[in-house]
């Protein structure tokens, strides 16, 4: 109870901040659209490759040894290599947006009055740096992706946690990365410094917004559940296909409104946290036991 009380706490403290600039909830908005249209062809692009492989990749067998393997045509080849593209441009278009939403937020935490086209032009001015930590974001997931798909039960596990670690390790790269203009290699060593003196296993305990965030979905799933079911059951007409539809309607808006509202949310958090793990500052809503309980310094 007493995290549960921490986390709408700190929820409310982010709304504070965020209310003040609410058209900056359109940056998830636009990322998300944007990330689709552009990452899209890519995919389908390499979807296509693969199944064109897939009819003329040769199999080979060993006569010594009762041992089959395929080998990758070039149109499997180029398939993956639209596939590292899609990784790469979902990646940069991400981030870009969500450096957009750090240097608008920090722009409203310096006393300025920050737009959605502010936020655009002030992220552009640092797209070379963006383009490098996409970059290097984009390989990261795919090679996690791809030992994922490859491992057992087990492995799975361990690369899910491997993947828990480096989000952690690099929470703060973005920030520090165009609001103090440093390169990529600089940025990575001083988030990662940050973590390890600040954050260690106290982590786990203070994923405030996400445990709310995922609260309010699962009531969104809740609410839409009895219409589909209803829809469901009528086995077909007018009325069935009403509900039905209703509640994909709810489940749909509603946990897209929640990944939204999360989403512009943690971007005011992060950027919070920068300020005070690298620069000792609080800010407005923030009170100091929200925003140090989030840093609690690692035990020994």
Do not use: C
């Not at 390989?139 to 799975?156: D, N, P």
């Not at 596990?157 to 993947?163: A, E, F, K, N, W």
């Not at 952690?168 to 600089?186: A, D, H, R, S, Y």
């Not at 489940?251 to 000792?280: K, P, W």
Request: cysteine-free.
């Amino acid at each position: 109870m007493g995290t549960f009380r921490r986390s709408v706490g700190l929820v409310k403290s982010s709304w504070l901040v965020l209310r003040e600039d609410k058209e900056l909830m359109w940056l998830p908005v636009i990322s998300g659209i944007a990330t689709l249209l552009t990452a899209t062809p890519f995919l389908l692009g390499a979807a296509g490759l693969f199944v064109a492989d897939g009819g003329t990749s040769s199999v080979t067998s060993s006569a010594t040894a009762d041992q089959t393997s395929q080998s990758i045509g070039p149109a499997g080849i180029g398939g993956l290599a639209l596939l590292l593209v899609a990784y790469f441009v979902a990646a940069y278009v991400a981030i870009f947006f969500q450096a957009a939403l750090v240097l608008a937020a920090n722009e409203r935490m310096t006393g300025g009055d920050p737009t959605v086209k502010s936020a655009l032009a002030a992220a552009w001015q640092h797209k070379g740096r963006i383009a490098g930590w996409a970059a290097i974001s984009a390989s990261v997931s795919f090679i996690l992706q791809s030992l994922e798909q490859r491992a057992g039960v087990v492995g799975r596990i361990v690369i899910s946690l491997v993947g828990m670690a480096w989000a952690l390790v690099t929470m703060l790269v973005l920030p520090i990365l165009v609001i103090e203009q440093v390169g990529v290699k600089e940025a990575f060593t001083r988030s990662a410094e940050a973590f390890k003196r600040t954050w260690g296993e106290n982590v786990v305990g203070n994923g405030g917004i996400g445990l709310v965030s995922f609260l309010a979905a699962l009531v969104v799933v809740v609410a839409a559940t009895p219409f589909i079911a209803l829809g469901a059951a009528t086995g077909g007409g007018a009325a069935g296909g009403v509900m039905l539809a209703i509640g994909i309607a709810v489940a749909v808006v509603g946990l897209v409104l929640v990944a939204v509202f999360s989403a512009a949310l943690s971007g005011v958090f992060r950027t919070a946290l920068y300020r005070y793990a690298m620069l000792g500052e609080e800010f407005g809503g923030f009170t100091h036991e929200q925003i140090a309980g989030a840093f609690k310094p690692k035990k020994n």
